[in-house]
């Protein structure tokens, strides 16, 4: 008996250990003009379940009008899990929510306008917004809160702003 107890305690030491040091990975996703693929929308939360992943900013434009919006990278992929935006965004309701496991980079103008709201989480606590000196176009992104004061309207990894 304390034989098969021994085993057992280092069978799930080991299974502990295996999971420790797992390194999940997930898939890329890019929001831009392009038609949505390599994912799907359950509602109105999007997950990606191939590589190059796209989201379409007017399907994201589309849903916003009738609720909040939400785009993950999970799905046990291969990739670091980021989130690039790549064409500007505009909308005046509802919160779009951008959940990364990798990083968030904002490559274009995000304008949540009247009681809209942007929840940006990013597993690597690295969003990226704005300009990059060197690069060939410097400009990056920005995102505008026009007409407004305040906080509630941002929050970026559980902090408002």
């Keep these: 008996m304390k034989k098969s107890i ?3 305690a280092v069978a799930i030491g080991m299974l502990v250990l295996a999971w420790a ?3 999940w990975a997930d898939y890329n996703v890019t929001v831009g003009s392009a038609t949505s693929a390599n994912g799907s929308w359950t509602g109105n939360i999007w997950t990606p379940s191939g590589t190059g992943a796209t989201v379409s900013v007017s399907d994201i434009q589309t849903r916003l009008v009738s609720g909040d919006v939400t785009i993950n990278t999970t799905g ?3 990739e670091s899990g980021d989130i690039a935006i790549e064409t500007g965004l505009s909308w ?3 919160t779009l929510f951008l959940n990364a496991a990798g990083d968030i980079r904002i490559n274009a103008v995000l304008t949540a306008n009247d009681s809209s709201a942007l929840n940006l989480n990013s597993g690597t606590n690295a969003i ?3 300009f990059k000196p ?3 176009q410097g400009f990056k992104g920005r995102v505008d809160f026009p007409g407004r004061a305040g906080m ?3 929050v970026i990894n559980a902090e408002n702003y």
């Design 21 to 23: 040091g797992a390194a």
């Design 134 to 136: 060197g690069e060939a």
């Design 6 to 8: 021994r085993l057992l």
């Design 128 to 130: 990226e917004c704005g």
């Design 152 to 154: 509630g309207f941002l």
């Design 92 to 94: 005046s309701a509802n």
């Design 76 to 78: 046990g992929g291969s």
